[in-house]
């Protein structure tokens, strides 16, 4: 839009360089290009204000295919003003001389009617393709189609009108029919998921088996070097037990030597001390001999009244104790009358 400035019933107006300026002044043409500047007055002048920069139209619009299936069709189309002075006179361009904005809605009616030219031709193209096919190459077909049909579309040169490029964004069908259309393929993947699932399920088995395996041969290895372990210690206790036994051997020879040499010298010592006894025992056996004969010898010259008195203390000493004497009547008459035939001389009976 122009930027206008009032100054005391004059106006200036500045244009910018995207925008073609025609000013008329009583039927006659004053000013024309882009980007001027100029003061007028607002009551003799007529202007006119042509964008000529490139502008991005949006455009949504449905369709049917072959097996009657609605699709809707997204695409920009861009386009450039190339000819401002025809499309002035073709479409109304005139702004306001005290505000500066457009009287009409021309960028709305140029709108209308490259939306209206692209979907007659999107409606042909599709009207003779099935949706699948429209899904898969629809948008190559759709936008080339569009394209080939803009640029031969007489009205828009007529216009002023030039298109720089057609684009086709999406084609899509109904939700619902989008939801079934993608079922299939979503199974699909879902299968290729299931199926590298139990791929991955099958690997993991396969190395975890592996993995066992190894354990297993690691233990059956582990209980080989255990059994030879156990041979070895076997091995070395016998060793050692028979290296025992020659030592203990080896020990009890000399014992053996040692005892009988102890045997031999406690032999000869016994058999000398048993000498030295039967000597002594021969002697001292000798000697009482020799004693009994002088005692006999000196008892058979002593009387019989001193060998009855030394028989009596012979018997005296040998007697054992006596503690107290109990002597009855008849004992103690018995006595006494020994005792006085004793004292008379008389024989004892």
């Known amino acids: 839009m122009a930027d206008i400035t009032r100054r005391l019933g004059w106006r200036h107006l500045r244009g910018a360089p995207t925008a073609h300026v025609r000013h008329h002044r009583s039927g006659r043409l004053v000013h024309d290009g882009p980007g001027l500047s100029f003061w007028y007055r607002s009551l003799t002048a007529t202007l006119s204000e042509v964008p000529v920069d490139d502008r991005e139209l949006a455009m949504t619009f449905h369709a049917r295919t072959s097996d009657f299936q609605d699709v809707a069709v997204q695409a920009t189309v861009t386009y450039r003003i190339v000819d401002p002075g025809v499309a002035a006179e073709r479409l109304d361009f005139s702004i306001d001389p005290d505000t500066g904005s457009w009287r009409g809605a021309p960028l709305e009616q140029l709108g209308s009617l490259l939306t209206e030219t692209a979907q007659q031709h999107a409606l042909d193209v599709l009207a003779r393709t099935s949706l699948a096919a429209a899904l898969v190459d629809g948008v190559a077909s759709v936008r080339e189609r569009i394209a080939g049909g803009l640029a031969a579309e007489p009205r828009l040169p007529a216009t002023g009108i030039e ?153 005296a000493e040998n007697l054992p104790r006596i503690d107290s004497v109990t002597v009855s009547p008849d004992v103690l008459t018995g006595l006494l009358a020994r005792l006085g035939n004793g004292a008379t001389g008389g024989p004892a009976q």
């Open 163 to 315: 298109v720089v490029a057609v684009r086709v964004v999406a084609l899509r069908p109904e939700p619902e029919v989008e939801r079934a259309l993608r079922t299939p393929a979503r199974e699909q993947i879902q299968q290729e998921a299931d199926k590298a699932t139990y791929e991955r399920r099958a690997v993991a088995v396969e190395r975890e088996r592996a993995i066992a395996e190894n354990e297993l041969a690691s233990q059956i290895e582990l209980a080989r070097r255990e059994e030879q372990l156990v041979d070895q210690r076997g091995t070395n206790a016998r060793r050692e037990a028979e290296e025992h036994a020659a030592a203990d051997a080896v020990r009890a020879g000399a014992e053996a030597a040692r005892t009988v040499r102890l045997a031999e010298a406690e032999g000869s010592r016994v058999v000398q001390l048993a000498k030295a006894e039967a000597t002594a025992a021969r002697e001292v056996g000798e000697a009482r001999a020799a004693a009994q004969a002088a005692w006999l010898r000196v008892h058979g010259d002593v009387d019989v009244a001193t060998l009855h008195a030394l028989t009596g203390t012979q018997l």
